[in-house]
């Protein structure tokens, strides 16, 4: 394991997840997981996120929408809240499950407007 490249993806993963996601899922794995875990932040967190050529609003924005065509909802709820986080706003947040909705179906945009709607009210506390 790259020691620097893990850190900056610990650093940047917390960022976007919240630390104490990030902190109880690397705690909670599994033996079975754990290199897993340590691989995703390494790579996926450190070398992908942690390279400045998009920045974390786009690349919010392409998770969302590739997340949701794949219709791994759980992911898509962790990356959506990242990608308000990430200053998405909810404005473009609508126009692309809209997007999501032409390209990727309906029932799946139908889906991912019952998160946010769930999300919104979490932080909009109602």
Not at 30 to 47: H, I, M, N, P, V
Request: net charge negative; charged share 30%; glycine share 6%.
């Amino acid at each position: 394991m790259d020691k620097e490249r893990f850190e900056k993806g610990l650093a940047v993963r917390s960022d976007v997840l919240g630390a104490e996601y990030v902190k109880n899922t690397l705690a909670n794995a599994s033996d079975f997981a754990r290199d897993f875990q340590e691989l995703l932040t390494e790579y996926c967190w450190g070398a992908v996120w942690g390279d400045d050529t998009l920045d974390r609003k786009t690349r919010s924005m392409l998770n969302v929408t590739m997340i949701a065509a794949l219709n791994r909802m759980h992911e898509w709820e962790l990356h959506f809240r990242g990608a308000l986080v990430n200053g998405v706003s909810r404005d473009e947040l609508k126009a692309i499950l809209n997007q999501i909705a032409i390209y990727c179906g309906v029932p799946v945009a139908v889906e991912c407007h019952r998160i946010a709607k769930r999300v919104f009210e979490e932080l909009d506390g109602k």
